[in-house]
């Protein structure tokens, strides 16, 4: 990815003030990359009494430890003390300690359009591709032992309607009855699938049309 100060910033007016924060972490996370072609995703969990609203993008990491499987989710958001001041360090946090809450998971896709006018505060379009929102409830971890590749938070996340397992359980059983008749192993239907079926049309969700501002430092080697 690009250093910070080589990157193209989203330029604060009107059209970018309508982005939500998921969206406009998506924008940011875009603006890392060199390529224009480049595909990014981001995902978002929101548990308990959280606003839909300030949902963001989160990293999610499951580590082994004496006690059994731990996931851990670090948000971009940072964390804010009792007296309201924010620090600049984000801290990791278990999801054990949201056991039993209420939860739901979005998932976005977006990658840059048409690029509108070459000036140097330029009008670029990002489509956006929707994964959907699934809704569930924060459980201990299981199905971790499952042969089938799973994505952290799919050990802890149980789905309403999915007859108590999690979503690790659910694609573990249906990996190992498609590997009993060997047939191919391609049984996603969650939100990143519904997202990449979505790009693979070229029709995307929606899309928003976006000016930036060119990088604080311009290198004079294009290799630079």
């Known amino acids: 990815?690009?250093?910070?100060?080589?990157?193209?910033?989203?330029?604060?007016?009107s059209a970018s003030s309508s982005l939500t924060r998921f969206e406009r972490d998506c924008v940011?996370?875009?603006?890392?990359?060199?390529?224009?072609?480049?595909?990014?995703?981001v995902v978002g969990l929101s548990i308990g009494q959280r606003?839909?609203?300030?949902?963001a993008d989160q990293w999610f990491f499951a580590d082994d430890t004496p006690t059994g499987t731990e996931v851990y989710v670090k948000s971009r958001l940072g964390i804010q003390d009792n007296s309201g001041r924010r620090f600049r360090f984000r801290p990791s946090k278990?999801?054990?300690?949201?056991?039993g809450q209420a939860a739901s998971l979005r998932v976005l896709f977006g990658r840059f359009g048409a690029q509108l006018n070459?000036?140097?505060?330029?009008?670029?379009?990002?489509?956006?591709f929707e994964g959907g929102t699934i809704y569930g409830t924060i459980v201990e971890p299981r199905g971790c032992d499952s042969s089938a590749p799973c994505l952290p938070w799919e050990y802890m996340f149980q789905p309403h309607g999915a007859g108590g397992l999690t979503v690790a359980e659910t694609r573990g059983l249906a990996w190992q009855k498609l590997?009993?008749?060997?047939?191919?192993?391609?049984?996603?239907?969650?939100?990143y699938a519904c997202a990449a079926r979505r790009l693979?049309?070229?029709?995307?969700?929606?899309?928003?049309?976006?000016?930036?501002?060119?990088?604080?430092?311009?290198?004079?080697?294009?290799?630079?």
């Not at 606003?51 to 949902?55: C, F, G, H, I, Y």
């Not at 278990?94 to 056991?99: A, G, I, K, Q, V």
């Not at 008749?181 to 391609?186: E, K, T, V, W």
Request: glycine share 4%; hydrophobic share 35%.
């Open 1 to 13: 990815s690009l250093p910070h100060n080589v990157r193209r910033r989203l330029l604060e007016d």
């Open 28 to 41: 940011t996370k875009l603006l890392a990359y060199k390529i224009s072609n480049v595909v990014v995703a």
């Open 51 to 55: 606003k839909p609203e300030e949902r």
């Open 94 to 99: 278990r999801l054990t300690d949201f056991l």
């Open 118 to 128: 070459g000036e140097e505060d330029s009008w670029s379009v990002v489509d956006f």
């Open 179 to 191: 590997c009993e008749a060997q047939q191919p192993r391609l049984l996603d239907d969650g939100p």
């Open 200 to 224: 693979v049309t070229g029709v995307p969700s929606f899309s928003r049309s976006l000016r930036f501002k060119q990088p604080f430092y311009v290198p004079s080697d294009p290799e630079e």
